[in-house]
């Protein structure tokens, strides 16, 4: 303000002249001084003002010289004043010169890392300090710590002069406490209670839970505003609801804080006609099928449903659906609502759905990028769409999660590529692939199934050759083990669709949980699968196995009852198995139903006498995905997964103790988590049972029942996350099975596919333990797991 005033004094004064001598009215100025410069010369000033002596000066050139002066950066002021001397006028430049920032730093940030504060800072060091943008970025850090609910929180920048005339800068930040929401108030609303209303809100008051801290967050709060309130009041009728104000009280002494969201509910809107035009693919009656609501035609009615939002949206995407998983991808469905109200003065929506269908598409051709080591025919095998067919964008989705469930590229994988043909309607589709390392030599240490700690080294190399068969080399060795197998499959035998897989072993266990003894298993395996009834998903499996075993050692029941010295076992089974599981190892949907059988004894020859059935089914919903870019497979998955599975043998095992069904723990036999090896008998609960107490005859069983429900979270193709709930019971016969006595058990867990194959650790809780008195003594249980587990 003084240099502009400054400037239009001085101009003033030299406009005045005497008429009569007819002085021009910009007169020269005839010397130029500055004063306050210490870093910056008299010349460089001078040059970047543009003002020249002995040249007519105006007010425009002065001020025109303070704006360059400024814009150099150099200055925190710059004024203008002028003297009249002997020589003539001197117009004399006073500037501040602002100092130079030696180095700023931040002090005090906890709660928020000093790198993220840090980002906020905009200053920069050996340049002279822009006091403008220090405040500025005080601002953005202070806005930072509001959004994290620290509303206490002051940042003061301290400038702190050096003697070589230099500054720095610290941001002092006194962060206080984080303001909890005690309680949210809504203002405004008639038909629903404040506590609906919360509780449709991610943001929520603090209770009295660890896991309810009451934490105020601005972005999720504004997505409560902006999205979940309307789309909640939207499901209910109330398509015009929206949050017309929000403020904070907070308590300076507590650190609590009171919400109060103002809200305009607006009217409650009935279902009014519906109507669909533009269709010719489909009648009207198949698409009215996803019409959500019946079709009344009485619009006088007060009993007409409410409309909602979500479900018309929801009939909408699967009409879209619809079309596109018949070929017409350039279909256009367009939702249209029109609000009138009625003769009786209801509120009424009338609804209409729009269709653009354009020309189907068929596919022209399908092409795989980026397949160095796979042969292109077992992605092929795969992929369930094919050239002539017509789009389907279902069968394009389930072509994509079947490469991917393959297991030799990375994941997540691109999206398939969909690219229109030159005709303009015809596509072309494009898978893309990127190999990854899938065969592995490992060794180490090992932890068998109840044999205690040995060595091993293996060999695994699941794409041979390239086309997608299965090699294994295992040897396991130590005190307790020696154990060699070799196991080899092809699931496209001469190129057909017929699998093969054949397994030659020879093992030496000695058990070191239940005194089970030692097991000496000489033998070999050949199975065949074969599509059932040409079925994609389904597979119907013959298997024939001859097997040398002894039991010896052991604790004196079992060898009373079980001993066996070169027994051989003579197997014939049938298995039928349907797997429509995705995004394997740790599977987010989908089903696995598995039926199996197995004769053993009669006219196969051999000891022992008996068949067996088993039972398995699985099956997993998709709840949702939580971060991701968007892309396909990317982000949290989150599934609900239920399985149940069930067991008999009918006839004499005879001295196959093992063939035999036991519950508890995760080492052997029908895994229970939360309750000892053993620990689940015919007779009941066995609360002696533990690490390395034997193991009866009376600890097994020819018949069991088990259950699993578990909510997942898949957080990558290698780690698992999960909570769940475990029921089972084990029988002594067939004809004594009774699924509704269980014992139960529920934990979380975690489970992880390493170089040593797949780790899972699990913690669980036995609600239905005893102690050895009968009282119930319900606990913790804490569970190892190596091995196969899916």
């Not at 105006?58 to 002997?86: C, E, H, N, P």
């Not at 929801?314 to 350039?330: C, F, H, P, Q």
């Not at 999660?401 to 398939?416: D, E, L, R, T, V």
Request: glycine fraction near 12%; aromatic fraction near 10%.
């Amino acid at each position: 303000m003084r240099s502009w005033l400054a400037a239009c004094l001085f101009a003033t004064t030299l406009a005045v002249a005497p008429a009569a001598a007819q002085e021009p009215s910009t007169p020269q100025v005839d010397s130029i001084v500055v004063e306050g410069n210490h870093r910056l010369t008299t010349a460089q000033i001078i040059g970047t003002s543009g003002l020249v002596p002995h040249r007519p000066t105006s007010y425009r050139d002065i001020q025109r010289a303070v704006t360059a002066l400024y814009k150099t950066g150099q200055f925190d002021d710059v004024t203008m004043a002028q003297r009249q001397d002997s020589l003539g006028i001197v117009l004399i430049l006073q500037v501040v010169e602002r100092p130079i920032l030696q180095r700023w730093s931040v002090l005090g940030a906890s709660q928020i890392s000093e790198a993220n504060v840090k980002v906020r800072i905009r200053l920069i060091n050996g340049r002279p300090l822009d006091r403008a943008l220090m405040a500025r970025s005080r601002g953005s850090v202070d806005s930072m710590y509001r959004a994290e609910g620290y509303y206490q929180a002051t940042v003061d920048p301290v400038v702190l002069p050096q003697p070589d005339g230099q500054v720095r800068v610290v941001f002092q930040i006194h962060e206080g406490p984080r303001v909890a929401i005690s309680q949210i108030l809504v203002t405004g609303n008639t038909t629903f209670s404040d506590a609906k209303i919360v509780n449709q809100m991610a943001t929520r008051p603090e209770g009295f839970w660890w896991f309810q801290p009451g934490r105020l967050d601005d972005e999720r709060l504004a997505r409560d505003m902006r999205e979940r309130l309307p789309a909640w009041y939207g499901d209910h009728g109330y398509i015009d609801f929206e949050v017309t104000g929000d403020s904070l009280t907070v308590d300076s002494v507590s650190g609590k804080a009171a919400l109060n969201l103002i809200v305009a509910e607006g009217q409650a809107y009935h279902i009014g006609t519906f109507d669909v035009v533009g269709n010719r693919r489909f009648s009207r009656e198949e698409l009215s099928s996803f019409y959500p609501y019946l079709n009344i035609t009485d619009t006088t009615s007060r009993f007409r449903p409410f409309f909602s939002q979500g479900a018309w949206d929801k009939a909408t995407e699967m009409v879209k659906t619809l079309y596109g998983n018949n070929g017409y991808i350039y279909s256009r469905v367009e939702p249209q609502q029109a609000r009138r109200i009625a003769k009786d003065g209801t509120p009424m929506i009338d609804l209409r759905w729009t269709i653009i269908e354009g020309p189907p598409a068929t596919i022209n051709k399908i092409e795989i990028v980026g397949n160095d080591v796979t042969h292109e025919r077992v992605i092929r095998e795969a992929i369930v769409v094919v050239p002539g067919q017509l789009f389907n964008r279902d069968l394009l989705l389930r072509s994509y999660q079947n490469i991917s469930n393959i297991g030799f590229f990375q994941q997540p994988m691109a999206p398939p590529d969909v690219q229109p043909t030159a005709n303009g309607v015809d596509v072309n589709i494009v898978f893309r692939v990127q190999e990854k390392r899938t065969g592995n030599i490992n060794f180490g240490a090992s932890v068998g199934q109840g044999t205690g700690i040995g060595g091993f080294l293996g060999l695994q190399e699941p794409n041979l050759f390239g086309q997608g068969k299965r090699g294994s080399l295992q040897w396991q060795f130590g005190r307790n083990i020696n154990n060699f197998t070799l196991s080899y499959t092809d699931p496209a035998f001469r190129q057909s669709r017929v699998s093969a897989t054949i397994s030659l072993y020879n093992s030496r266990l000695r058990y070191t949980i239940g005194d089970l003894g030692n097991r000496q298993l000489l033998g070999g395996s050949l199975q065949l699968g074969i599509p059932l009834l040409g079925a994609r998903y389904t597979k119907l499996f013959a298997q024939y196995s001859l097997q040398r075993i002894s039991y010896t050692n052991g604790s004196l029941e079992l060898q009373r009852q079980f001993q066996c010295i070169n027994c051989i076992r003579s197997t014939v089974g049938l298995t039928v198995v349907r797997d429509t599981r995705i995004d394997m190892p740790f599977a987010t949907a989908g089903t696995l139903i598995n039926v199996g059988t197995e004769f053993n004894g009669g006219p196969l020859g051999g000891t022992g006498d008996y068949r067996k059935l088993d039972l398995e089914g699985r099956w997993y919903t998709p709840l949702g995905t939580v971060g991701g870019s968007g892309q396909l497979g990317t982000g949290i998955r989150l599934v609900l997964g239920l399985t149940a599975k069930s067991g008999f043998i009918f006839g004499d095992a005879g001295p196959f103790f093992t063939e035999l069904y036991s519950m508890g723990g995760v080492q052997w036999g029908i895994p229970l988590r939360g309750y000892n090896e053993f620990s689940i008998t015919p007779d009941g609960y066995n609360p002696l049972a533990s690490g390395n107490n034997a193991a009866g005859a009376q600890s097994f069983g020819q018949s069991f029942a088990a259950f699993t429900v578990e909510a997942g979270a898949r957080l990558s193709q290698s780690l698992y996350l999960n909570v769940f709930m475990d029921a089972g019971n084990v029988y002594r016969t067939a004809s004594q099975y009774d699924p509704s006595r269980l014992f139960k058990g529920a934990g979380i867990g975690a489970a992880l596919i390493s170089p040593l194959g797949p780790i899972g650790l699990d913690v669980a809780y036995g609600f239905d333990k005893t102690s050895i008195f009968g009282v119930p003594k319900p606990g913790w249980k804490l569970h190892f797991r190596l091995g196969n587990f899916f």
